[in-house]
């Protein structure tokens, strides 16, 4: 049967548990397009606590790219997050703490979760930190990242986290980039028995970034560090002698709670920027109705806090609803690939939301590490990042799920802020592959090439009409580039990179992105940078990245590069690269292949022909397409003897 035709509908017990049945979901989605701000204004009510009511639900203009959610209304995320719990359930567990070791397990309750939050925000305020002021986390998964990110967001500091696996030089530039002065980090972190040194890079980053004057470290391992008492501050001792009182700042639901970096297409990463209101009451509202949250849950989610994913479906929407997260330090192969079925098992894990990359990897070790677990308390799935292969759909729902749990496949972006669209449990089946349908307020919108929105079946770009309070509201310190990016490729609609198929029944069947970022293992990488370090070495002069299948990865990345004048090809010179390439960017960006190229595909005006290398690398040679634009023809029949697939 074709893959599109498949379907699956929901079971009565997704059925009872679940808040929206269909003929629910239809008549509030039809709601929240007509008349969006009542429906909004009720959510806001409903999901957050406000200090001040906001004045207007919305004022958008995508031409202008100017987005506001909820304005003069006044809340603070801390509060909503953690204060607001304490009478109904100060002692019930907040996070659910496991680290690298299967034995290193601690609970953590809403009322500790609030003294630490408190008292780190005093550290940060004893700092200097102030209201709007950008701080810079860069830590393991450990309780103390969602300390930190909670304690910005009581006093008004805007955080961007760092991804603990990103190298030296990208920190550098996320601190440089929006001018952090305050920097959290831990001694060391450790993931699958392997240590990374956090601090150390912290003290190669900073040395170049002279506005940095405190860099707080947590002791994870206890490990000897370099210290410099000038700005190094030891947050146990720091936590110590603090107050464990610290009123919530009053913060506007337009100010900024958080930028995080994400790759683009072309230059420099993006900062996307998201604000308190709206992300907030986005976050909470996706995270109980998406994955049917009920008080008593146990969620986990395993991604990590320096993606999107951490930031709103580990803190921020879990805390907001008064859920129990958990928080893993390690990696789901180790110290076997039972690791996750094994903590499902002892945590008794309700929820699980993970990506399609771990699927894949854990299904390609054998069903064994799955079947000799009791995972009975699992109730749904979840899978975000990329589109689910449905091999590996059909392995999480038949093996993992015992075919009982609905599976939630969540399409969304960093820029989104949440989920966007998914088949809500109890009130859509589900199709394995397809991300499935709009969440509340969101119109999704296909374009043709000519831009003409397309109706009915269709194929082409995803764009959106009309915003959603989850919306980022620009790119830190560059809202040129944000009108550009998102709003000037289609006018009036938010463009979202995605090539995507609607079926008849209107279900959403994500593509892939139509630009030139690589989805790899659920992480968003753009060529671009990765071109950039490679053209760092003396010895190349160009190169040209593209993405490939990868059976575990989803896209692996392909490197073409040219030799300077001279130099010759080398195994050696293979192995540089790639090391060059984790050094610049970090180890996941490494390249899987690396192919010397002579010369390269290009236009007469200069372009790089993407679409050649990209069919060249995936050895898909009958379907070349038009190479008569090319500047040299014959560079092709060159590349294509020399190709590393076949
Ligand atoms: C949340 C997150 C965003 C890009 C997005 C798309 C891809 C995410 C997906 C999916 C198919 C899904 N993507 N979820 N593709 N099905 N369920 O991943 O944010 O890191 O910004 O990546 O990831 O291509 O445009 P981010």
């Known amino acids: ?103 290193d397990t601690r609970n953590i309750s809403y009322n500790e979760l609030h003294e630490q939050v408190c008292k780190f925000a005093n550290v940060l305020k004893q700092r200097g930190v102030k209201k709007g002021d950008t701080v810079c986390i860069y830590m393991p998964m450990i309780p103390e990242v969602g300390y930190a990110m909670l304690a910005c967001a009581r006093i008004g500091a805007v955080h961007s986290v760092v991804f603990g696996g990103f190298s030296t030089e990208s920190i550098k530039a996320r601190i440089q980039a929006a001018d952090c002065k305050v920097v959290i980090t831990a001694d060391e972190s450790v993931r699958g028995g392997k240590v990374i040194p956090l601090k150390a890079n912290v003290d190669t980053a900073v040395s170049d970034c002279p506005n940095v004057h405190s ?21 146990q001792q720091a936590m110590s002698s603090v107050s464990a009182v610290c009123e919530p700042e009053v913060m506007d639901a337009e100010d900024p709670l958080f930028i995080l970096y994400t790759s683009g297409s072309t230059g420099a990463p993006k900062g996307v920027v998201h604000t308190c209101g709206g992300y907030l009451l986005y976050a909470a509202m996706t995270h109980k109705y998406v994955f049917d949250y009920r008080d008593g849950d146990i ?9 999107i994913t951490g930031h709103s479906y580990i803190f921020y929407g879990p805390l907001a609803n008064g859920a129990t997260t958990l928080v893993f330090e390690g990696v789901p192969t180790y110290p076997d690939a039972g690791r996750c079925w ?38 749904l799935l979840g899978t975000v990042g990329e589109p689910i292969n449905p091999e590996a759909w059909h392995w ?83 809202h040129d580039r944000f009108h550009q990016t998102y709003f000037s490729q289609c006018a009036g609609y938010y463009y979202t990179g995605d090539g995507v198929q609607r079926d008849k029944d209107g279900y959403y069947w994500i593509l892939g992105r139509i630009d030139d970022v690589l989805n790899v293992s659920g992480h968003r990488l753009g060529t671009a940078e990765i071109e950039s370090a490679l053209v760092l070495h ?44 984790a050094k610049e960017l970090g180890s996941f960006s490494k390249p899987d292949l690396i192919q010397w190229a002579p010369g390269l595909p290009k236009t007469r005006s200069g372009k790089i022909m993407r679409r050649i290398l990209r069919k060249i690398a995936e050895n898909d040679l009958g379907t070349l397409g038009d190479t008569s634009t090319l500047a040299d023809p014959s560079v092709v029949e060159d590349l294509i003897e020399r190709r590393l697939l076949r």
């Open 1 to 103: 049967m074709n893959e599109l035709e498949k379907f699956y509908p929901i079971k009565d017990a997704a059925k009872s548990h679940s808040y929206l049945d269909e003929p629910t979901y239809k008549a509030m989605y039809q709601q929240s397009i007509t008349d969006p701000d009542k429906f909004w204004s009720e959510q806001a009510n409903e999901f957050l606590d406000w200090y001040k009511p906001f004045d207007r639900v919305s004022n958008v203009d995508f031409n202008r790219a100017d987005i506001e959610w909820f304005k003069g209304g006044q809340l603070n995320v801390s509060y909503n997050c953690i204060d607001r719990h304490l009478k109904e359930r100060g002692e019930q567990t907040a996070i659910i703490f496991e680290g690298d070791e299967p034995s």
């Open 342 to 379: 094994d903590m499902v098992q002892r945590h008794k894990i309700n929820v699980f939301y993970t990506a399609p990359t771990a699927i894949r990897a854990l299904m390609g070790i054998g069903d064994e590490y799955v079947l000799d677990k009791d995972l009975s308390s699992l109730r």
């Open 215 to 235: 860099v707080v470290v947590v002791a994870r391992t206890g490990a000897d560090v370099a210290w410099n008492d000038e700005i190094d501050v030891n947050y």
């Open 299 to 307: 969620y986990w989610c395993t991604a990590d806090a320096g993606w």
């Open 396 to 478: 999480y729902y038949e093996i993992v799920g015992k075919s009982n749990c609905p599976i939630v496949d969540t399409w969304w972006q960093t820029e989104t802020g949440g989920i966007l669209i998914t088949s809500l449990p109890g009130s859509a089946g589900m199709k394995p592959g397809a991300a499935g349908l709009p969440f509340f307020g969101v119109q999704p919108v296909i374009i043709d090439k000519e831009g003409n929105e397309q109706s009915g079946e269709a194929r082409g770009a995803l764009v959106m009409k009309g915003s959603w309070p989850g919306q980022m509201r620009t790119l830190y310190g560059d």
């Open 538 to 581: 003396p010895k190349i002069s160009e190169a040209a990245v593209v993405g490939y299948p990868h059976d575990i990865k989803g896209q692996g990345v392909y490197a073409y590069v040219t030799l300077m004048h001279d130099e010759v090809e080398s195994e050696e010179l293979i192995s540089e690269l790639k090391a060059l390439v």
